[in-house]
């Protein structure tokens, strides 16, 4: 049976048949292999047999470029993985969720002369407000159009604060930061310069935009929390460079934007981070960083990289006196593709997939924190989960456009046009604000 996502068969619909012509549904995604999906194929394909899965996995560079060409020969998988971020982009690629499906599943006939054969069974698929119920809110906000979902998600990953515990017990540190005060003294106290001004050791991998992974996710993180206007009310643009709705004199974009850069800025007290350094993850990895921050991706590449360094994971700062709690999504969606030849069978491993009680396995091998919230109990019990499981239910993402990446490219120019001295925070926000619009 298919269970945890209540797919419900009318009774008595089942209609026998003798076979069904076995067909092969094309599964691509990013960065997990096939052991990940292993025990999920195999169960679903005790019962559907005749549904044979060709899971494909791509290296992230190659990966949208592979999508594109393979879309323009009609060649393109059944089932695909796409960050949340570019939804809108491949919207009109998607075959959104149906409302009901039709398939076949194999099973034992007979009571003198067992044999096996195919009923075919109609399912109604979950409807909006049990999907809504289901998963954590950034995930509807995020698939969901309107009299429409686009796609599932698997997993969710937020953005949570790594640290050296060495670093921090050499400056007397008890315990990681919980506000961003905190933080800015903890980044002072771990920051170590020789007399020349150079940083020997950096309090925090932060301020750059280039040599920083997730720095456009860092400082979106930053505006949210600031309640930054991510979208403008018409929901087709940004707000960033626009004075708070209560304080028109205040300008919260312009306020992230200046604290996040200035952990890059010699002028500023909280100066640990330049130019001239290494990838923040390489710094960290080395026991030159107190502070980074990524999101759960980065857990085996540093335990396998530096097995012997000490480190642990925190929830990220969040501002002092905030009575509301904000951090950071950025996942990825299943859909299924609208020029599947298969539609009702996409669908039906889509939703058996995510059931929670199938989900579960890969969650468990890949170490991703849930999106569904019957397993966010559960997976509190993982020490190495709880951090960023315990910031699911706040996350939030914001970008609903179609060109994420001229985004990111923007935010990134953003960042370095204020360090470099090319433009004021306001022209710098103001020339981001202009870029993100044309991507709606």
């Known amino acids: 049976m298919v269970s ?49 899965i060709n899971y494909r996995q791509f290296r992230p560079e190659e990966y949208e470029m592979a999508l594109l060409e393979a879309w323009a020969e ?8 796409t960050p949340n971020t570019w939804l809108g982009k491949y919207e009109t690629k998607i075959l959104p969720m149906p409302q009901e499906i039709t398939v076949g599943r194999q099973v034992l006939t007979g009571t003198i002369k067992k044999e096996y054969k195919v009923v075919l069974q109609t399912k109604k698929i979950p ?12 995930v509807f906000q995020d698939v969901y159009r309107p009299n429409k979902l686009l796609g599932i998600p698997l997993s969710l990953d937020v953005l949570a604060l790594y640290y050296n515990r060495d670093l921090l017990n050499n400056a007397k540190i008890v315990e990681p930061p919980k506000t961003w005060q905190e933080f800015v003294e903890d980044v002072r106290l771990t920051t170590i310069k020789d007399r020349s001004g150079n940083i020997i050791q950096s309090g925090v991998a932060m301020g750059m935009a280039d040599n920083i992974p997730n720095s456009a996710d860092i400082l979106s993180l930053l505006m949210l929390q600031n309640e ?16 708070s709705l209560i304080d028109q004199n205040y300008y919260p974009g312009e306020e992230a934007l200046r604290f996040y850069t200035d952990f890059s800025n010699p002028t500023k007290e909280t100066y640990s981070w330049n130019k001239e350094m290494p990838d923040a993850l390489e710094m960290f990895i080395q026991g030159k960083t107190a502070f980074f921050i990524g999101d759960p991706s980065y857990l085996d590449i540093v335990r396998t990289r530096a097995p012997k360094l000490n480190f642990d994971i925190a929830k990220m ?53 849930t999106a569904h919230r019957a397993l966010i109990k559960t997976q509190r019990e993982d020490l190495d989960l709880a951090p960023f499981v315990d910031e699911i239910l706040t996350a939030k993402s914001w970008y609903l456009g179609k060109d994420y990446l001229t985004v990111e490219k923007a935010f990134k120019q953003m960042i370095n046009n204020i360090l470099s001295g090319k433009k004021s925070i306001k022209e710098a926000i103001e020339f981001c604000a202009q870029q993100v619009n044309q991507t709606y």
């Open 4 to 52: 945890g996502f209540q797919c419900k068969l009318f009774p008595q619909s089942g209609k026998i048949v003798n076979k069904v012509k076995p067909i092969t549904l094309n599964y691509w995604r990013v960065n997990d292999g096939p052991d990940s999906f292993s025990d999920i194929i195999f169960a679903f394909r005790k019962i559907y047999s005749h549904v044979n």
């Open 74 to 81: 009609d060649q393109g998988p059944d089932i695909f993985s």
């Open 127 to 138: 409807t909006t407000r049990e999907f809504r119920e289901n998963y954590v809110d950034t």
């Open 228 to 243: 930054t206007q991510m979208i403008n009310p018409s929901g087709l643009g940004t707000a960033i460079n626009r004075p």
């Open 317 to 369: 700062p969040q501002i002092e006196g905030s009575i509301k709690e904000i951090n950071y999504a950025n996942y990825w969606v299943e859909a299924v593709s609208k020029k599947t030849a298969y539609p009702n069978e996409a669908w039906n491993f889509l939703l058996f997939m995510s059931d929670p009680l199938n989900v579960k396995s890969y969650l468990d091998r890949a170490k991703h924190p």
